[in-house]
Nanobody, 121 residues
Framework: QVQLMESGGGSVQAGGSLRLSCAAS?????MGWFRQAPGKEREGVAC????????YYADSVEGRFTISQDSAKNTVYLQMNSLKPEDTAMYYC?????????????????WGQGTQVTVSS
């Protein structure tokens, strides 16, 4: 069983930055960040494999967002820079044991409760 706890959401103006954190307990080999805006499907934002450190990003955030991990703290971070109003969503941390399709929500079976990110223009 894996438990996840997100923190770090909030409100920011366009162009600003936020850092999300996700503290995990239990075994998993990868963790990801997903987001869901009102009326839209949940989409994968970024993912990281625990052992290799390999990272994957959605095209919409590539170059603006960075996913990283602190293995000692069993925590994953999402640094979000140059935020845009279209980044506004509930952001969820996810974890699983798997080897591919890391940005596919159906590949993850452990989820946090989410943290709201609001970007105003």
């Amino acid at each position: 069983q894996v438990q996840l706890m997100e923190s770090g959401g909030g409100s920011v103006q366009a162009g600003g930055s936020l850092r999300l954190s996700c503290a995990a307990s239990g075994y998993k080999n990868r963790m990801g960040w997903f987001r869901q805006a009102p009326g839209k499907e949940r989409e994968g934002v970024a993912c990281i494999y625990s052992r290799s450190g390999a990272t994957y990003y959605a095209d919409s955030v590539e170059g603006r967002f960075t996913i990283s991990q602190d293995s000692a703290k069993n925590t994953v971070y999402l640094q979000m820079n140059s935020l845009k109003p279209e980044d506004t969503a509930m952001y969820y941390c996810a974890a699983s044991v798997g080897s591919d399709r890391c940005l596919d929500q159906y590949e993850h079976n452990y989820w946090g409760q989410g943290t709201q990110v609001t970007v105003s223009s």
